[in-house]
């Protein structure tokens, strides 16, 4: 099982002429690569179906499939509920192995010949017609629709919104092109998952619209620009004799990207409630995240203290059972 520490390890190793630098270079726009692939998403398909069975009756489809096709599908689910549903997208390693080999081209179909499990080879292919007829064109049609909206937003507002998130983070974002796959459901409750590529879910009602350049921002954020972030607080945690097992990274990550994505509307007149917000990450278990995140690191983004300061301050108000 990979950690979120070893996966950002992963993408500190990427060559330093592979990043562009924060506020003190000349911007240079991340590449953003937007996918909406057969196999990526036949794969998360039968993946939320082997996480949530019961939607199996409950399917709208297109086209109705036959009593065969049905019982090669129910046949895949289950092959998914018994060896992946346990198993999480992102940081097990054989889920990690199958995303990047169903990293191919588009339209291709046929999963026989890539570096997959042979069984789950043959579950793919074996459900991939049913899936093209009787369904795919929806789905894609889904992605196609958030993909168009979330390249208008990053063209109006992603220059901005790149620039704020280095600054404050101060970290980079990669420049070799991010590959995005958007898939209509994951299969995860979180969501959007990221390691040195992203998955995120056309189909959830928290990621249309304005919202959606926030969770891409969110989640290729996670590739390396949060790594000195996590290694302050980490330190600081560390020197004072606490327990490493804090969120206060993650829900800086969510305060600033959200932040930050915010404002950027709110300049062109536009009012808008961040992901955080809507959801309501900080009336929960992250409630004692956000007093410290709004009397240090708001006070931060305001050009009042250091980063360095900011980090200390708010680790040393984290209440003890956060650590």
């Known amino acids: 099982m990979l950690t979120r520490r070893a996966l950002m390890r992963c993408a500190a190793a990427l060559p330093l002429s592979l ?24 794969h998360h398909f039968l993946y939320n179906l082997g996480v949530h069975p019961e939607l199996v009756e409950k399917i709208s489809w297109t086209a109705a499939p036959t009593a065969d096709e049905m019982v090669a599908l129910r046949k895949a689910v289950a092959h998914y509920r018994d060896n992946y549903a346990k198993r999480d997208p992102l940081f097990d390693e054989q889920m990690a192995s199958i995303k990047m080999a169903l990293s191919v081209a588009d ?12 069984q789950l080879a043959a579950m793919l292919d074996s459900v991939a017609p049913m899936y093209a007829r009787c369904i795919w064109a929806q789905q894609d049609a889904s992605n196609q ?12 507002y992603g220059a901005e919104i790149q620039e704020g998130i280095a600054r404050y983070l101060q970290a980079p974002f990669p420049l070799t092109p991010i590959r995005i796959d958007v898939v209509v459901d994951t299969g995860t409750r979180q969501g959007g998952y990221t390691d040195t590529q992203t998955v995120i879910p056309s189909g959830r009602p928290d990621y249309q619209g304005l919202a959606s350049l926030e969770m891409v921002y969110h989640e290729i954020s996670h590739i390396a620009s949060t790594e000195k972030l996590e290694n302050a607080i980490e330190a600081r ?5 606490r327990s490493p097992d804090s969120d206060l990274w993650h829900g800086v990550q969510f305060y600033t990207v959200g932040t930050v994505v915010k404002d ?8 808008y409630e ?3 917000d809507k959801r309501g990450l900080f009336k929960g278990y992250w409630s004692p995240l956000l007093p410290p995140i709004e009397n ?13 300061q900011t980090v200390v301050r708010m680790v040393d108000q984290l209440q003890e059972k956060q650590h």
């Open 237 to 241: 945690l560390k020197a004072t004799q």
């Open 107 to 118: 339209t291709r179909r046929e999963a026989g010949g890539l570096a997959l499990p042979p």
């Open 145 to 156: 629709q958030w993909i168009t909206e979330a390249k208008r937003l990053d063209e109006r």
């Open 296 to 308: 240090e690191w708001r006070p931060y983004m305001a050009g009042k203290q250091t980063f360095d």
């Open 274 to 276: 961040s992901y955080a």
């Open 19 to 42: 990043i562009v630098a924060g506020a003190d270079a000349s911007p240079v726009r991340v590449q953003l690569e937007f996918h909406s692939a057969f196999l990526m998403n036949l």
């Open 264 to 271: 950027a509307y709110k300049r062109d007149g536009i009012a």
